[in-house]
């Protein structure tokens, strides 16, 4: 079974996040629960990030969009 790229969603101030990786959580067997965590970071200025579970599914971070601040 093949997992698509697991997405989590961070809000404009969000530098850090926990967040369990979906697929871990399906897989897992003896497994115990926290080692399914994604611990990731994203700079406060990117929009986007990709990171990797220790167990190698793929997660993308998205930044959601800003206050208007920069607006067009
Ligand atoms: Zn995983």
Same mark, same amino acid.
């Given at each position: 079974?093949?997992?698509?790229?697991?997405?989590?969603?961070?809000?404009?101030e969000?530098?850090s996040f926990?967040?369990?990786?979906?697929?871990?959580? #399906?897989?897992?067997?003896?497994?115990?629960?926290?080692?399914?965590?994604?611990?990731?970071?994203?700079?406060?200025?990117?929009?986007?990030? #990709?990171?990797t579970?220790r167990?190698?599914h793929?997660?993308?971070?998205?930044?959601?969009?800003?206050?208007?601040?920069?607006?067009?």
């Amino acid at each position: 079974m093949t997992w698509e790229r697991q997405h989590v969603w961070l809000g404009p101030e969000t530098t850090s996040f926990e967040e369990p990786c979906e697929a871990c959580l #399906f897989a897992r067997d003896s497994l115990a629960a926290e080692t399914c965590v994604i611990h990731g970071t994203l700079r406060r200025d990117a929009d986007v990030g #990709f990171m990797t579970c220790r167990r190698g599914h793929r997660i993308v971070v998205h930044r959601i969009a800003r206050p208007l601040a920069r607006a067009l």
